[in-house]
């Protein structure tokens, strides 16, 4: 994990993600790239009828754009208070097994303006979304996950002490959780204990196990629940049991309008991640 893209928003949040790439990739180095992705005043404007006057439409356009200068300056001055409190230097390209550290304010259709940066990054790290904030870290991740198809690292507010020292993979034996193991080979390999846990007989976890031990990783495979038990809360006991910094999985391996309407463990864990959790679809 050598490039990490971090989208801010502007809040109190902005430091977690920040402290909870720099946790993943610290151990190897590697470049955090703090983008700020904000929409175009005019475009983030509600839509006005015909009886609106000309003066009304600039008090609107102005406060726009004043919410917009106030994010950016929050999210400016929260980057570089935790680039001083870390001691990380600010560049475009650090030396090898070093940290740098970059800021830039992105204006471009949100969350679409996010998909090429997160295409060229080896993972983008966001906030879990509390229940009375705005959609933007959702659709965020949601853009990243299924538009730029690319591993999403989602994160509690209360961060652990490591991320990424003790590992729990969540085996499905889908396509989305085999993808989520071969786009995490670096991170598995600098663990130090892997453990794959399968819910029910869904899969068989020994047989991924198998693989990652013969690729160098210590693996351990757990297989916990029956069929009918609720994955997401044996995956939470699991986790906590093992006392694991990051959990593994695929996203969105069964429908997911199906998820959306239902409920499963990618749509919980989007509400309330226990500990930081690396998603990919």
């Given amino acids: ?5 971090v989208p801010l928003i502007g809040d109190k ?38 009886g609106v006057s000309a003066a009304n439409v600039e008090k609107l356009l102005e ?11 929050n999210a400016n001055t ?21 940290m740098a550290a970059n800021f830039e304010d992105v204006e471009g259709s949100v969350p679409a303006s996010v998909v090429t940066p997160a295409r060229v990054a080896d993972i983008t790290v966001v906030v879990t979304e509390g229940s009375n904030e705005d959609a933007s870290r959702h659709e965020i991740t949601q853009a990243v996950l299924l538009d730029a198809l690319r591993p999403v690292m989602l994160v509690p ?30 991170t598995l390999k600098s663990a130090e204990s892997v453990t794959v846990v399968s819910v029910g007989t869904v ?16 693996a351990k495979a757990v297989s916990v629940g029956d069929d009918s038990s609720d994955a997401t809360e044996l995956l939470n006991k699991e986790a906590s049991k093992l006392k694991a910094d990051l959990m593994i999985l695929g996203a969105y391996s069964h429908n997911r309008v199906r998820e959306l309407i239902f409920g499963g463990v990618t749509q919980d864990l989007f509400k309330d991640p226990m500990i930081p959790t690396l998603m990919v679809h």
Wanted: include cysteine; aromatic fraction near 4%.
């Fill in 78 to 98: 929260s980057f570089n208070s935790w680039c001083t409190k870390e001691a990380i230097p600010i560049g475009v390209m650090p030396m090898d097994g070093e």
């Fill in 203 to 218: 899969a068989d976890p020994k047989m991924l196990a198998k693989t990652l031990i013969l690729n160098g990783i210590s």
């Fill in 1 to 5: 994990m050598a490039r990490i893209l």
């Fill in 63 to 73: 406060a726009a754009q004043h919410l917009r200068d106030e994010q950016a300056n």
């Fill in 13 to 50: 949040k902005d430091d977690v993600a920040l402290t909870a790439a720099h946790l993943l990739t610290k151990q190897q180095g590697g470049l955090i790239e703090a983008r700020l992705f904000q929409r175009d005043p005019l475009t983030a404007m509600p839509i006005v009828g015909e």
């Fill in 157 to 186: 507010t209360q961060l652990p002490s490591s991320i990424g020292k003790n590992i729990i993979v969540a085996w499905n034996g889908s396509a989305e959780a085999t993808r989520a193991v071969s786009m995490s080979y670096s």
